[in-house]
């Protein structure tokens, strides 16, 4: 079993690379830049530009992959929502899948997001019944991947990891969970929106098993990547503020809502069970675990 | 109001070109090939690839048209469904439409397809409430495309036309309408399948008018383009018949039905209704036009 990894040294990437070699896959991984220092000695590297179709289809050649995990994507916070280059990396996805069949690939793997369903329902999304009605452009180039990944792979296995709300060492310090952490390890206030809203969080190395164990299954089509354990912001915020030992720091409603912002939004978990996923991290283990990691982490 | 149109000499396009004269656009249209012939002295003709982007940014750079009517797809009969040029075409379409908006490109009208839908559902499809779940890859790229388009298109007008069962002079001879009239304009038997499918059946000329009223509108987002008025195969095979003056040659039953052919799929015409659009032809009227015509038509 061959995989080739895209987005190694993203946010989930580098967690899955462990979860890959456990399950005895020869790992490839690919990548713009090459993986500086530390990297797995046991992992071959290429480096290659994902988003020229040419280099795809020589890397493909190269390597001929059994499995593909699929990461990679434009992500820039702030910005990915709505950017054009959701295009581009639609367009390269559909490049990879298709040079990855055409070489034999025996079974795909790909990064979806729940901001592929409709928000505007219940809160609880369900594989095959929630509305497909994103109200981005990041969201509709996903839904539109995920259709086309299960039209073209109808002779060989393909699954489509939908993830939810996610946390952990080396996310984006703009992102919520660091965005609470972080003042308050410098002991300045940490401004919150109201923080009523449901969300079904899990952590990052475990979402990265997760995408290997669906991997490894034998399921198909979409799965919600979640925790089948719904919270409030609030909740993870005071949880936060607990282990830090500063509750007083923490300033709910501070900020205000984003507009779009839904009060509830969780996954349907039935499917996700099914495929023979463990998680590790406790909610307040895994935000231990990333207070931890935030008080030795570089400064940005 | 200056209007691009592709796909000018396809089966519907070849119709849209005199609705779009009747509504005062200065027309001009896009292929591969020059159009022979009888064409409209009044419309400009563009000679382009559209699989070519370079050669799109140019011909928009070019007319700088404010609408855009974009009927151009891979359509080859018994191939369609499933072929990757699918895919190729979706990126072209993708393409063309970013760069319509960025020379200020004021609406955009497109052709999708009844595929789009969930067929095992209770058969009536209505846009924003039945789900959206192509079974092949043709319905996946035409239901991306859409996706894609209301994303592109927040700050212009934007509607997506989905086209139902359609007939008319010019239909490719292995389609249904044809493939029951030219037989017995030979006086040979017209073997059909049981019949019993339920469908929405519209005049080509009237289709083309329809998505001229639809560009003509401020209507935005998916519109059911179909004549709300169900009927079944053998209905529609029954009348063609007399017609002809030879129902003795019908013989239904004779052909087995596709797997996948849904005994019921017609439209809710709700918000088509909301367009300004008159059809021009009662079924009766429409098929012995289409008669009429094949009586003269080039043999294949």
């Not at 390597?63 to 820039?76: G, K, M, S």
């Not at 005071?238 to 509830?264: F, H, N, V, W």
Request: hydrophobic content about 40%; some cysteine; proline content about 7%.
């Amino acid at each position: 079993m061959k995989v080739l990894l895209t987005g190694p040294t993203g946010f989930i990437g580098r967690h899955a690379v462990r979860h890959l070699l456990a399950s005895g896959y020869d790992v490839h991984t690919v990548d713009i830049r090459p993986i500086p220092g530390n990297a797995e000695p046991s992992v071959t590297h290429h480096t290659a530009d994902l988003l020229d179709a040419s280099q795809i289809r020589d890397l493909i050649a190269q390597i001929r992959p059994t499995h593909l995990l699929h990461f990679a994507w434009y992500v820039t916070p702030g910005k990915f929502w709505t950017a054009r280059e959701n295009l581009r990396w639609l367009q390269s996805s559909l490049d990879l899948l298709d040079s990855f069949l055409d070489s034999g690939g025996q079974r795909s793997v790909i990064a979806g997001t729940c901001a592929e369903y409709d928000w505007t329902g219940c809160g609880v999304c369900v594989e095959e019944q929630t509305p497909i009605r994103p109200s981005n452009l990041y969201g509709a180039c996903k839904a539109s991947l995920q259709m086309l990944q299960a039209q073209l792979s109808a002779s060989s296995g393909a699954a489509w990891g939908r993830i939810f709300h996610l946390y952990g060492p080396h996310e984006h310090p703009s992102r919520f969970v660091p965005s609470v952490i972080r003042p308050l390890l410098r002991a300045e206030t940490a401004a919150c929106t109201h923080g009523s809203q449901v969300r079904d969080f899990m952590h990052v190395d475990d979402v990265a098993s997760a995408f290997v164990a669906l991997l490894n299954s034998s399921v198909s089509g979409p799965v919600n990547i979640a925790s089948g354990s719904p919270t409030t912001i609030a909740q993870i915020a005071e949880q936060i503020a607990r282990l830090i030992g500063r509750p007083d720091l923490l300033s709910l409603g501070a900020l205000p809502a984003s507009a779009g912002d839904p009060p509830r939004l969780v996954a349907d978990t039935r499917k996700f069970q099914g495929i023979g996923f463990t998680p590790v991290y406790t909610l307040k283990e895994g935000l231990s675990q990333t207070v931890e990691w935030w008080k030795t982490a570089p400064e940005d």
